[in-house]
């Protein structure tokens, strides 16, 4: 089993950054697909942003693509979120997952982000 806890959410005005972190307990992150998706209010949930087991390779939304950039710490164990020049619709609650495919997926419960106009 993998316990993620997200953190780093909060209030920012359009056109700032945050950066949210994703810390894993139980398991290390390493043969793990890790990444992010949110859900917007009234919205479902939508993929944001991952990264392969390897590290080798990211793929992201094309709503955020070249604004967000996740990043994972072997030695941390940690998947991080960088998001720049955020808009109002970037308005979220942020989750943290883990994919392995014997075991699926886990996620954290959430954090918020709201971006002010």
């Known amino acids: 089993q993998v316990q993620l806890v997200e953190s780093g959410g909060g209030l920012v005005q359009a056109g700032g950054s945050l950066r949210l972190s994703c810390a894993a307990s139980?398991?290390?992150?390493?043969?793990?697909?890790v990444g992010w998706f949110r859900q917007g209010p009234g919205k479902e949930r939508e993929f944001v942003g991952t990264?392969?087991?390897?590290?080798?390779?990211?793929y992201y939304a094309g709503s955020v693509k070249g604004r967000f950039t996740i990043s994972r710490s072997v030695g941390k164990n940690t998947v991080d979120l960088q998001m720049n020049s955020l808009k109002p619709e970037d308005t979220a609650v942020y989750y943290c997952?883990?994919?392995?495919?014997?075991?699926?997926?886990?996620w954290g419960q959430g954090t918020q982000v709201t971006v002010s106009s």
């Open positions: 997952y883990a994919h392995r495919w014997d075991q699926g997926d886990f």
């Open positions: 139980g398991r290390t992150l390493d043969s793990y697909a």
């Open positions: 990264v392969t087991w390897s590290g080798g390779t990211t």
